[in-house]
Antibody
Framework: QVQLQQSGPGLVKPSQTLSLTCAIS?????????WNWIRQSPSRGLEWLGR?????????EYAVSVKSRISVNPDTSKNHFSLQLNSVTPEDTAVYYC????????????WGQGTLVTVSS | DIVTTQSPLSLSVTPGEPASISCRSS???????????LGWYLQKPGQSPQILIY???NRASGVPDRFSGSGSGTDFTLTISRVEAEDVGVYYC?????????FGPGTKVDIK
C-alpha cells in the first residue's frame, strides 16, 4: 500500500520560495501513476497545482494560475517528488497536499498528510 | 476550465436516513471510451480527502456499499443510503476528464 509523507517548512517569507517534498513508499515515482500537488485554502477551496509523471520520459503539467512560478520535480534516487513555488505572497498561504493520480481510472487514490504553509514576514 | 457546482452546500442528516448530493459540470464528462470521469471525495474533519467514487459510479476499495454514485453527461449524484455518524465531513466532486483538475465547492454534511 502506497504511503506519501510530506516534509518542508511551515513558514515562508513573502517573495521567497516555498519548497515541499513528498516521499513515496510502496511505489516508485517512475511508475504508471502521476504525482501531484494540491492546495486548500478557505478562499480558493481545493486547488490542483501541478503534476509530474513518467511515460518513457518525464512530463509536467501545471495550473495556469501558478504556471510562471511553479516547478514539480521527481527525484528517482530518493523516490520522492518536490514542489517549488516562487515569489510567494500571503495569498499562497494554504494547506498543501501531495497526491497520487491513478492514470487509467482517473482519480487521486492516495494523499499525503497535508502541510500548512503560512506566508508571512 | 471546467466549472463545477454542488448542491446543497450543507446538509444535516438524521442517522439511518438517506442523503444525496448533486454535482453539475460545465462540460460533458463522457470520454470516447464510454466512461464518465467524475470522482467523489470525502474530507473528514482534520484529515486529507479520500476517494469514495470514481468514474461516476465505481466505489473505491474499502468504501462501504451505502455509498453510491450515478449520473451522466453533466449531472451526477452521490447517494448515502443510510447515513452513519462517521460520514460527517465535506464531500467534493471533481471532474476527471482532463486537466486542470477543478474541485467543486464542497458539501458539508453533519449529523442532526
Amino acid at each position: 500500500q502506497v504511503q506519501l509523507q510530506q516534509s518542508g517548512p511551515g513558514l515562508v517569507k513573502p517573495s521567497q520560495t516555498l519548497s515541499l517534498t513528498c516521499a513515496i513508499s510502496g511505489d516508485s515515482v517512475s511508475s504508471d501513476f502521476a504525482w501531484n500537488w494540491i492546495r486548500q485554502s478557505p478562499s480558493r477551496g481545493l486547488e490542483w497545482l501541478g503534476r509530474t509523471y513518467y511515460r518513457s520520459t518525464w512530463y509536467n503539467e501545471y495550473a495556469v494560475s501558478v504556471k510562471s512560478r511553479i516547478s514539480v520535480n521527481p527525484d528517482t534516487s530518493k523516490n520522492h517528488f518536490s514542489l517549488q513555488l516562487n515569489s510567494v505572497t500571503p495569498e499562497d498561504t494554504a494547506v498543501y497536499y501531495c497526491a497520487r493520480w491513478h492514470h487509467y481510472d482517473r482519480y487521486f487514490d492516495s494523499w499525503g498528510q497535508g502541510t500548512l504553509v503560512t506566508v508571512s514576514s | 476550465d471546467i466549472v463545477t457546482t454542488q448542491s446543497p452546500l450543507s446538509l444535516s442528516v438524521t442517522p439511518g436516513e438517506p442523503a444525496s448530493i448533486s454535482c453539475r459540470s460545465s462540460e460533458n464528462l463522457l470520454h470516447t471510451n464510454g466512461h464518465y470521469y467524475l470522482g467523489w471525495y470525502l474530507q473528514k474533519p482534520g484529515q486529507s480527502p479520500q476517494i469514495l467514487i470514481y468514474s461516476a459510479s465505481n466505489r473505491a476499495s474499502g468504501v462501504p456499499d451505502r455509498f453510491s454514485g450515478s449520473g451522466s453527461g453533466t449531472d451526477f449524484t452521490l447517494t448515502i443510503s443510510r447515513v452513519e455518524a462517521e460520514d460527517v465531513g465535506v464531500y467534493y466532486c471533481m471532474p476527471a476528464l482532463k486537466t486542470p483538475h477543478t474541485f467543486g465547492p464542497g458539501t458539508k454534511v453533519d449529523i442532526k
